[in-house]
């Protein structure tokens, strides 16, 4: 007779196959928002209340700081307590950042600002695993799909966060902008009541004991050639995202403007995934990962071909599309990289390693701008798009080991 105290993990991940993922995709899609409300005007906020011009994008760039630090601890509670307990911390901190910037801004105080993006950047790292963790309660073949199908999610964040921007913004002449943030809290409350209803497999005793040194894991080519892809994937769109919204203003463009143009990057972001887990099941994940940072650079060029309205709308959309492809497929060949006991370690690593890179370029985008204008942030990202070029054709002709699980 089984054990009944313990759900099995058979049924456990014939769950996830069905409602749980379908759980994770609408929390990804009410959680994302918060993502996208920050882009849309921490640059913008902050070039209002910063004291010297340069720190304009540091709110954003404070916002990456959080995802980076709040990583490993996230999945060191997903470890110890179940990846639920983490989410649901995640979504405290976006009810918080919400709260803290709503009163930064009646307060103008541009450092009480940046700690709120802080707990926002908190919020998205957590966010950003729900991906691994619809792919770790199915079956092997059927994880990139799973891991595409809560990206899908976020389509409607690229809806719901600039909206939400657009018909709150005005809502309290006197402070622009606060009521966005208290209904990105109430938007953050809301996905907490989605995820309570998440069940997921709880970590096993194997995972609890360990499997490999994390440095014989992180020494596969095929897990760095995945990191380094992974990084610039995500590195070129926050670093580019960052100067974006503020180099349409610089440009004479209205906020309704950026924000239009936000949502159809952040849509572009995520409707592939509709589809990039069949394209990486038939192609394999390394050729959809090229294609993304084909699209990055695409995207790159048409910024530099001019400075209309139409120019930074087609150059987002590339962008979004870029980014969905690449960090998609980077994603996809973590999961090969890892035994099942070794999971959260190494998922919370590759995002440590993800976030705490586009730091860097989210610190150096404002400055860029600010001293060189936006054509130059634009020729200073075919460099990283070069190396991840290089690394995935060297990879190229290795086969990954086959996972356990």
């Keep these: ?26 929390a990804q899609a009410l959680a994302g928002a918060n993502s996208v409300v920050v882009y849309a005007t921490g640059a913008v906020i902050g070039s209002q209340l910063a004291p010297d011009p340069a720190l304009a994008t540091l709110p954003v760039s404070i916002f990456v700081v959080g995802m ?27 009810v918080l950042v919400g709260l803290l910037a709503a009163l930064a801004v009646v307060l103008s105080s541009f450092w009480l600002f940046c700690l709120a993006t802080f707990f926002g950047g908190a919020y998205a790292a957590v966010v950003l695993s729900f991906r691994f963790a619809a792919a770790d309660g199915v079956a092997p073949e059927r994880r990139p799909r799973a891991l595409s199908a809560v990206m ?10 600039p909206q939400l921007v657009s018909h709150t913004m005005s809502l ?37 004991s360990g499997g490999r040194p994390l440095a014989e894991i992180a020494r596969q080519p095929r897990f760095v050639t995945a990191v380094l892809c992974g990084v610039v994937s995500y590195l070129l ?16 463009f209205t906020q309704d403007d950026a924000n239009l143009g936000l949502q159809w990057h952040v849509i572009a972001m995520y409707a592939p995934s509709f ?11 390394p050729a959809v990962v090229a294609a993304g940072l084909s699209l990055t650079a695409v995207a790159a060029l048409v910024g530099l071909s001019g400075l209309d309205l139409a120019h930074f709308w087609a150059f987002l959309v590339l962008l979004g599309l870029g980014w969905n492809f690449g960090f998609v497929g980077a994603s996809a060949m973590v999961l090969e990289c890892h035994r099942p006991e070794e999971r959260t370690r190494v998922q919370s ?44 054709s060297l990879a190229a002709a290795s086969r990954p080991a086959p996972a356990a699980g």
């Design 152 to 161: 899908a999610g976020g389509v409607f964040a690229g809806i719901i966060g």
């Design 68 to 94: 980076a630090a709040c990583t490993l601890p996230a999945g060191r509670i997903a470890r110890a307590h179940g990846r639920r307990t983490a989410f649901l911390a995640g979504t405290g901190c976006g």
């Design 349 to 392: 690593l590759n995002d440590f390693v993800v976030f705490g890179t586009m730091a860097v370029g989210s610190f150096s985008s404002g400055g860029l701008l600010a001293r060189f204008g936006w054509d130059v942030v634009l020729w200073v990202s075919f460099g990283p798009l070069a190396v991840a070029v290089a690394a995935l």
């Design 1 to 26: 007779m089984s054990n009944p105290a313990a759900l099995s993990r058979d049924s456990l991940r014939a769950e996830t196959g069905t409602g749980t993922v379908l759980r994770l995709a609408i």
């Design 237 to 252: 769109m926050n670093f580019l995202m960052t100067a974006a919204p503020l180099a349409m203003h610089l440009c004479g």
């Design 172 to 208: 309290w002449p006197a402070h622009v902008f606060a009521a966005t943030f208290l209904g990105q809290a109430a938007v953050a409350a809301l996905s907490a009541v989605v995820l309570m209803g998440v069940r997921l497999p709880g970590p096993s005793q194997a995972e609890l």
């Design 275 to 285: 589809f990039t887990g069949r394209l990486i099941a038939r192609f394999g994940a």
